[in-house]
């Protein structure tokens, strides 16, 4: 390995309040909930559309769930608008929140436009300095170079926890025994699905049985199975999830699997992509070959992005421990309330779920200090890089519990501004006056 030394003046020509780094679901309620209190934000996203595993990780169904009142359900009352009759689905794993990708990217797209938000597409995320006035100097990669912007304060919502990384916060990746951290996914969908016999099945422990043909009756977990151990499905592929959409016969297809992948690093991400796109046409074919009703699929669409389950952590003040989703622990300091999630570890050392199948959890607290990394001046985390375990990651990395650290975030980088205070000395009880006069329960 060589190193270079890199010099070169910047244009740094605009300047905000909050810059918000990352723009999938934490990142966009960050950015609104800054925004909706006054403050001068910008988001950045590294992809051409607003949305992360929203819109381009193709992932359907939104999954987990919060006190009542939070952008959770503004977000999931924008994307129903349009489809007033579609089937309510209810599974172990709670209610199933179903999306249009296309048109979740308009509808989030108009969402932080009318919030004031400036945002910027196709702009990735190279370094952060400090200016000499003492705030923060994002410097930006897009078509013309390199640029600069200027914040007083940035929220992580990048999911890898990058900009928390650049700034030299304090990390943890991966399980407590041996840092290894869960598979990636590239979803996709299919279509022409014959609903009066095609199954949809929602995970490892569902026990859905095959309807008619050479395997009427088994368990589809247990058909599963037996093709990967013949060898028909990828090596680590033991169940083949199909979620229902908005639309009838189709399914949202949550399968492929590649463990072993750093997702910081660009050489671990392609080969990911390029193992996991492969692995689209054997489970498509096993589809068509052995689950009825499925005979006539194609496939609609498949996501343009990496899925990544886990990566960077960034220790906080205090965090979300294992205790704390086992036993529905409460919190003086509470943001977050009631954020309510399977434990849901897909094994990082093999197929299916590391601890057999999903744990329970109870409806647990998220603290203020769990979106505060210690160390780090007027930096903020929200989404699945908040401060927490591995085991308690596994429950609050789903986007309903994600949309609401990332409004928590907006209002207390926002008291932060109004007091003139960094973001560690904002007091609990102020964010929370916020948030429950926008009608956010934060206590029981």
């Known amino acids: 390995m060589c190193k270079v030394n890199y010099s070169k003046l910047i244009d740094v020509n605009k300047a905000y309040d909050v810059a918000v780094v990352g723009g999938g679901p934490a990142g966009i309620c960050a950015a609104v909930s800054a925004a909706r209190e006054g403050a001068n934000v910008i988001l950045i996203e590294r992809h051409g559309v607003l949305g992360g595993n929203l819109t381009a ?6 999954l987990g769930a919060v006190s009542e009142g939070t952008m959770y359900d503004e977000i999931s009352d924008l994307l129903a608008e349009n489809h007033k009759g579609a089937r309510e689905v209810i599974t172990r794993n709670g209610k199933e929140i179903h999306i ?4 979740a990217k308009q509808i989030l797209t ?3 436009a009318d ?3 400036s945002f910027l597409l196709s702009t990735a995320l190279a370094d952060i300095v400090k200016s000499d006035g003492g705030d923060y100097v994002l410097l930006l990669c897009g078509q013309s170079g390199i640029f600069g912007v200027k914040a007083k304060i940035v929220i992580d919502c990048t999911g890898d926890g990058l900009a928390s990384y650049l700034l ?3 990390i943890k990746t991966g399980r407590e025994s041996d840092g290894r951290v869960q598979p990636c996914t590239i979803e996709f969908v299919v279509e022409n699905v014959d609903e009066s016999i095609g199954i949809a099945a929602w995970g490892g422990s569902d026990p859905v049985k095959v309807p008619a043909g050479e395997f009427a009756g088994m368990e589809y977990r247990e058909l599963c199975k037996l093709k990967n151990k013949e060898g028909e499905l990828p090596e680590n592929v033991t169940i083949v999830r199909l979620h229902r959409t908005f639309y009838d016969g189709e399914r949202s297809v949550n399968a492929t699997q590649v463990n072993g992948i750093d997702s910081t690093d660009p050489y671990d991400v392609s080969r ?3 193992d996991l796109r492969s692995q689209i046409g ?3 074919l096993f589809l068509k070959k052995y689950v009825p009703g499925f005979e006539n699929c194609t496939i ?13 952590r960034v220790c906080g003040l205090s965090s979300v421990e294992d205790a704390d989703v086992e036993c529905g622990n409460k919190k003086s300091d509470v943001v977050v309330h009631n954020a309510w999630f399977l434990i849901d570890i897909h094994n990082p050392s093999g197929g299916g779920q590391a601890e057999g199948h999903s744990q329970p959890a109870k409806p647990y607290d998220i603290p203020l200090g769990a979106l505060i990394p210690r160390g780090v001046k007027n930096l903020l985390t929200a989404g699945r890089c908040i401060s927490g375990s591995h085991r308690a990651h596994a429950s609050y990395r789903v986007m309903s519990i994600c949309m609401a650290t990332g409004e928590a975030a907006g209002v207390t980088a926002s008291i932060a501004l109004k007091k003139g205070i960094p973001v560690a000395e904002v007091n609990a009880t102020d964010v929370q006056s916020v948030l429950s006069n926008r009608g956010i329960k934060l206590f029981d």
């Open 168 to 170: 030299g916060a304090e």
């Open 115 to 117: 919030s004031g938000a």
């Open 100 to 103: 249009d990708h296309e048109e």
């Open 110 to 112: 108009r969402l932080v």
């Open 57 to 62: 990780g193709y992932i359907s169904p939104i």
């Open 272 to 274: 990911a992509e390029t």
């Open 282 to 284: 054997s489970i498509h």
């Open 300 to 312: 609609k669409g498949s996501a343009s992005t990496l899925g990544v389950r886990e990566s960077r």
